[in-house]
């Protein structure tokens, strides 16, 4: 099955992924930076997405009031 992940990279994203992966899953990896809020986390979405060799996608929201 053909699945994406919305991976932050925290821990429950990452065993959600792992999980994924030892259930024969084809998966891929989505992070989303909100307003420039969240682009830390995306160094450690990339991290994870690159161990485990799954392809990574980055998606930048910027809102505008």
Known sequence: ???LVMLSGGVEST???KYGLNNDHDLEALHVVYNNQ???????????????????S????????
């Open 1 to 3: 099955m053909k699945a």
């Open 15 to 17: 065993a959600l992924l």
């Open 38 to 56: 969240t682009a830390y986390e995306g160094r450690y979405a990339r991290r994870i997405a690159k161990h485990f060799n799954i392809p990574y």
């Open 58 to 65: 980055e998606i930048i929201l910027q809102h505008e009031e």
